[in-house]
């Protein structure tokens, strides 16, 4: 702590990323990546890309991104905004819509960003509860609010709310802004983007970061009603007119243009996430229903911290969160067949396991 350090600062615990190792021979479930490469038209666009652009600013618009955006979602480009990734999309939307006299709505357990984006802009907040097995009961979010936000499917939890919820959460709360941060989205739940054209409240954030295997681009997006937009730009314009470069801008456009390999990769991870929680089951798991590219599971017998330095040791990194409630379950991402078959063998190799009949 430094004396020149402002009081907010001083007060301020930031968000703690997933471990990044630096040696080699690591097998890396812990952070959400996709264990599949980016599109092939996308990798195209990046290794033939005319570097003698790059003495020029990005198009500080983003234009050619939102149209494929747009073009996709089947909405206006003013109902479009472009971000680096959803992080920052998210930072902008807390500052536009949430510093307000009432208190933020949020999950108990969910994506630990928004708690730090509550201390960063001074937002005071509350987090309701979740209920059995961790599920996520809008019906609870009834009270006087200055906004509400949810991760859908939920992290770290992984499940995911119907439509059909989120629906009837809009028809009741019509005085403040509510965000779905959909990050997971495309891996089996369903999204809220077609109901921002029916409520000018509601605003659904994305990401290229985990089906479109662009996280090292740093490429997020949000869609909603045009006075939103228009208050996410202002936010923007006042922080960094230019936050995606070249590279960023067209390697998204393609990724979005192939819809045939974003299909198949992403019913490869559904897939591949289907065969582990069975697997997983036989060794005394038991997994939440997932909706995620990531199992949120924890073991009948075992304690989590302990089934984490025991894969550690392995070369195999998982995501354990200590913070009470949550703190007997493993974060664990979905790879390829080949790295969950690893994680597998590896836990039935731990000396306490025992296979259980599930039949």
């Known amino acids: 702590m430094s004396k020149y350090w402002s009081d907010a600062i001083q007060r301020l615990t930031p968000y703690v990323p997933g471990e990044q190792p630096k040696e080699s021979g690591i097998t890396k479930l812990n952070t959400n990546e996709n264990p599949y490469p980016p599109s092939p038209k996308a990798a195209a666009v990046i290794t033939e890309f005319d570097t003698d652009r790059l003495r020029l600013y990005s198009d500080p618009d983003c234009s050619k991104l939102k149209d494929a955006l747009a073009g996709h979602f089947k909405v206006g480009r003013e109902n479009v905004f472009v971000g680096n990734g959803s992080d920052e999309v998210l930072a902008h939307t807390f500052a536009a819509f949430f510093r307000n006299d009432l208190p933020l709505l949020m999950p108990e357990f969910t994506y630990s960003f928004y708690p730090v984006y509550c201390d960063l802009f001074d937002i005071q907040s509350k987090q309701v509860a979740l209920g059995e097995e961790f599920a996520l009961n809008l019906e609870d979010y009834s009270e006087s609010n200055g906004g509400i936000i949810f991760a859908n499917p939920n992290a770290p939890t992984s499940r995911a709310v119907v439509l059909g919820d989120i629906e009837a959460l809009l028809q009741r709360n019509t005085e403040s802004v509510v965000v779905v941060d959909e ?70 456009v393609a990724a979005v243009e192939d819809i045939e390999y974003f299909n198949e990769t992403t019913q490869q991870i559904i897939d591949t996430r289907e065969w582990t929680v069975e697997r997983m089951a036989e060794l005394g798991f038991i997994s939440l229903p997932s909706k995620t590219n990531f199992l949120f599971s924890r ?61």
Do not use: W
């Open 183 to 252: 990050a997971y989205v495309d891996f089996g739940a369903e999204s809220a983007v077609d109901l921002t054209h029916k409520y000018p409240n509601l605003l659904v954030i994305q990401t290229f970061s985990k089906s479109r295997s662009l996280a090292g681009m740093r490429v997020g997006y949000a869609i909603g009603h045009e006075d939103l937009i228009t208050g996410l730009e202002m936010v923007k314009n006042s922080f960094n007119s230019y936050p995606l470069d070249m590279l960023a801008i067209e390697s998204a």
């Open 299 to 359: 073991h009948r017998f075992l304690e989590a911290a302990e089934l984490m330095g025991y894969l550690r040791s392995k070369k195999i990194l998982v995501r354990y969160f200590s913070k009470p409630g949550i703190d007997n379950y493993l974060r664990i991402t979905i790879g390829t067949p080949e790295e969950m078959k690893l994680l597998v063998d590896t836990l039935e190799g731990h000396p306490d396991i025992f296979k259980m009949d599930v039949s």
